[in-house]
């Protein structure tokens, strides 16, 4: 695993074999990042990683200058590695958490510039987490929230959808938060009656 761009570029990390893991590719890693450079400032961004895995993306952002990231994976192994390799990189104020994505997320409140969320490939809850991100305060205004998934599924029904990128067998799809969501619907709603 190697951070593609920023501060720690060219960073080579070892990972375990034993990790339970399906890391991101330095390809798509750094076409993401690429579209994401056009429509964040990383410095005072305010960062979610969801299913954390390694820590591939989480590290990517902090290389490129985001202080604030909270990453959250319950892996207990993951987890380790994750927090022994912030020490090792010398950053450590990111905030690790030990726990289910929807457990995090029905107990947390805190708002966020910008999700990323790599869950399970052979998982069906996509549209379940989309909704929990959604429901909940945690986007800010303007805020994106970013799906890694497999390239053959479409999730541009969902709320907020703005564009799907593919590269091979994994996609990103992108979801922004509209600035009033609520004031939206009342309008909309109003239009229709």
């Known amino acids: 695993m190697r951070i593609v761009s920023g501060k720690y570029k060219g960073r ?3 990972t375990p074999f034993n990790l339970q893991v399906r890391p991101t590719t330095d390809f798509a890693k750094e076409s993401l990042f690429n579209i994401l450079n056009n429509k964040v400032d990383f ?7 969801l299913f954390s895995g390694t820590g591939n993306i989480g590290y990517e952002f902090i290389s490129r200058g ?5 990453m959250v994976e319950l892996n207990s192994e993951n987890v380790y590695f994750i927090k022994n390799t912030l020490k090792i990189l010398g950053f450590e104020k990111a905030k690790v958490h030990r726990y289910d994505v929807f457990r995090y997320l029905k107990n947390h409140d805190t708002s966020f510039d910008l ?3 790599d869950p399970p490939f ?3 809850f996509i549209p379940k987490l989309h909704d929990a991100i959604f429901s909940g305060n945690f986007l800010a205004p303007h805020g994106i929230f970013v799906l890694e998934h497999d390239s053959d599924l479409d999730f541009d029904t969902l709320k907020g959808f703005t564009e799907k990128r593919n590269y091979g067998k994994v996609a990103f799809s992108f979801y922004e938060m509209d600035e009033h969501p609520q004031t939206t619907e009342l309008i909309t709603s109003n239009s229709n009656s």
Do not use: H, S, Y
């Open 66 to 70: 985001v202080d604030d990231i909270t």
């Open 122 to 124: 052979d998982n069906d």
């Open 12 to 14: 080579t990390i070892k």
């Open 43 to 49: 410095d005072g961004l305010k960062v979610l990683d």
């Open 115 to 117: 999700i990323f969320a």
